[in-house]
């Protein structure tokens, strides 16, 4: 989340005279509460280091050779061709030989981050922990966006629930500092804005901030799922129900020092003009500092978790004219768990402290196989009519868990214990779902729909690598004994072929590859793969648990990575409703985010070539000098209806966009309701 709005530095505050006066991260040395401004001299008072910029240019380049997508993401097809039009190559070309330099090192940042985050693509982004979700900026106001039931027009509010979530979560120190801030007559009165009409936002239509937002804050290929992000919404974690305050509430740079609008509060015409200050927080997590080299030291530099390790650095050197030992036969292994995810859910939003769901909103009693991120409800709506078909809800905040088998196995009691209650229409809620394991994805799509030539052997879609140089050297490699423990994502003891029988041991899976021309240029894949995640680790049903025509998958658009390759297979095979809630209504809604098909990022990748005993070769990148971390889809999924190209550049519009109102917003259990009355 960059802001809304690409913001000039050299216009944003006075960071130049904060420096002047001494050491600026000093002054908010180990401070939870500071102004953006104040933070922001602290980040750029480092100017660039050449050494640290060739590093970080070199590392990011090379790992992008592992990116499947870079050649596509020039200029995507339609829906999504101006949106998704980036040469992220020549963006860091030009970064590399700018001149002038970057005023600071955390210009340069933004750069980086920027060229990558104009893919539109969040399992493609760069991240440097030195500056990213460090601090989180707050205003006490997100903001809705709600239809009038009387005329159907749209307008964005400042959330209802905005007041009581503000005060929970940031006390009543940080939260004197917005009363106080209100101009005379409103001074001390923040609860009386929630639900507010915003009207405008630093003068403009709220939408200018909202399209100026979507242009920066990257993460999705649709412009609608993008302005979605500016506003808050509702998600299920491990831990329980959150809240999400949205871009315009929540930034995880400070880029923004305040933010002025004109609202017309509730029950009253007159108009009132508000002027809030962000407020920046220093999350639980960060190290502590006295000044700006103790603040360099503890944030800024590599760490034994930042580059890739050799797996066998124990191993005794090998005779320079022996053959490594080959693999001899296929194994068992315990199946790797492979992830399909979003970078910045994985490596930020677990250091962003959860802000919770107000109780009011929150649904009760949820049901037997509940448990973590999975949770379930059966509805009373039909209560009073026997004849009428019950429906349950999965909410399904993501597809990943600290423990794998633990949601393997919620989801098949919970489903099950629906259908014993006399469920037969299922709601699956999937609202800011950034993916996770890629088999939880094909085992829900597997123990709904039941077995069929969609589930068996295959739940999800095939794919490819992309089979660069230096990829198919680890390949090779591997094929003549580099992992013989099958430690490594390379290794074919992990992959089959198209018609799903498994590749044998020492198989150079990319000795032979596809040449492809895309958008132009000349490209590189592996043979298509098959599935990797059947048979399951347990017995699904022997028949559907549900009638998929009778399943609704609902979300904000913001179902990414697995949760995508869940959604349209469920959608584009079995024909289940895809509903989109809250999406600006000109605008086609996506009903999945971003898809891909496998991620993966630069530490896993240096490990494969660390232990292939390749980081000497010239295409190898080098090891990260900062605490940062880029990362890629490794590899890609093919489209259903079309599958010469990629699913991911193909169009999935949400069966429906269900608007919301005051009374639905951020409550789950009324938007389910409202779905199992008009739309199952």
Request: net charge negative; glycine share 8%.
């Amino acid at each position: 989340m960059l802001g809304f709005g690409i913001i000039s530095l050299a216009l944003a505050g006075p960071t130049l005279a904060a420096n002047l006066l001494g050491d600026p991260c000093a002054a908010i040395a180990n401070q939870t509460w500071v102004s953006p401004a104040d933070v922001r001299a602290c980040f750029t008072s480092f100017p660039v280091d050449a050494e640290l910029k060739n590093n970080i240019v070199e590392v990011v380049n090379k790992t992008l050779a592992f990116h499947t997508s870079v050649n596509y993401q020039r200029h995507a097809p339609p829906p999504f061709s101006d949106d998704v039009h980036a040469d992220v190559l020549g963006d860091l070309a030009d970064i590399s030989s700018q001149i002038p330099e970057f005023p600071s090192d955390f210009d340069l940042h933004l750069a980086i981050s920027r060229a990558l985050k104009r893919l539109n693509d969040g399992h493609c982004a760069y991240i440097n922990l030195c500056y990213d979700a460090l601090f989180i900026s707050y205003l006490p106001t997100p903001l809705v966006l709600l239809t009038d039931p009387s005329d159907g027009l749209q307008h964005v509010h400042i959330a209802p629930e905005a007041h009581t979530v503000a005060s929970a979560e940031f006390g009543e120190d940080a939260m004197r500092v917005w009363q106080d801030a209100l101009p005379a007559g409103l001074k001390g009165g923040l609860e009386s804005l929630s639900g507010a009409e915003v009207l405008l936002i630093n003068d403009e239509d709220p939408f200018v901030a909202v399209d100026a937002n979507a242009l920066v804050t990257g993460k999705f290929q649709g412009r609608g799922t993008r302005q979605n992000l500016f506003f808050a919404s509702y998600m299920r974690t491990e831990d329980g129900w959150a809240y999400q305050l949205g871009d315009f509430a929540q930034q995880t740079l400070p880029l923004i020092d305040e933010v002025t609008m004109a609202l017309r509060p509730s029950g009253r015409q007159d108009i009132v003009n508000v002027t809030l200050p962000y407020r920046s927080r220093l999350l639980d997590v960060a190290e502590p500092w006295n000044d700006s080299t103790t603040f360099r030291a503890a944030h800024c530099v590599a760490n034994e978790l930042t580059n890739g390790v050799d797996l066998y650095a124990d191993r005794p050197p090998a005779p320079a004219s022996a053959a490594q030992r080959p693999l001899q036969a296929p194994r068992h292994p315990t199946r790797k768990h492979l992830i399909n995810a979003l970078l910045e859910d994985t490596m930020t939003r677990q250091k962003m402290q959860d802000i919770e769901l107000p109780v009011a909103l929150t649904p009760k009693k949820p049901l037997n196989g509940s448990g973590g991120v999975a949770q379930f409800y059966m509805l009373d709506v039909n209560a009073t009519d026997d004849a009428e078909e019950k429906t349950g809800v999965l909410m399904l905040g993501s597809f990943a868990a600290s423990d794998f088998d633990a949601l393997q196995k919620s989801l098949l009691v919970g489903l099950q214990g629906l259908k014993d209650a006399g469920a037969k229409k299922l709601v699956v809620d999937v609202t800011n779902n950034g993916g996770g394991y890629i088999c939880i994805a094909h085992w829900l799509h597997r123990i709904i729909a039941g077995p069929k030539s969609t589930t068996i052997p295959q739940a999800g879609l095939q794919t490819e690598a992309r089979a660069g140089p230096l990829a198919r050297r680890i390949v090779r490699a591997i094929a003549q004994g580099a992992d013989p423990d099958n430690k490594l994502l390379y290794n074919p003891l992990n992959w089959a072929f198209a018609n799903h029988t498994p590749f044998p041991a020492p198989y150079d899976w990319l000795g032979k590859v596809v040449d492809r021309t895309v958008n132009g240029q000349g490209d590189a894949f592996s043979q298509e793969l098959g599935d990797e995640c059947q048979p399951f680790e347990m017995d699904p049903p022997v028949e559907a648990l549900f009638d998929p025509r009778k399943v609704a998958i609902v979300s904000n658009g913001r179902c990414a990575s697995s949760c995508s390759l869940f959604s349209i297979t469920m959608a584009k095979e079995e024909g289940a409703t895809t509903v989109v809630v809250g999406g600006k209504s000109d605008i086609q809604q996506q009903y999945c985010g971003v898809v891909g098909g496998q991620s993966t990022h630069f530490t896993e990748i240096d490990t494969e070539i660390k232990t292939a005993q390749l980081k000497n070769d010239s295409l190898a990148p080098p090891d990260f000098k900062t605490n940062s971390v880029v990362g890629i889809t490794w590899r890609l999924g093919f489209g259903i209806e079309d599958p010469t190209g990629p699913e991911e550049w193909q169009d999935h519009p949400a069966d429906i966009n269900l608007p919301l109102t005051a009374e639905l917003v951020n409550n789950p259990m009324a938007i389910w309701e409202r779905i199992a009355k008009t739309i199952l």
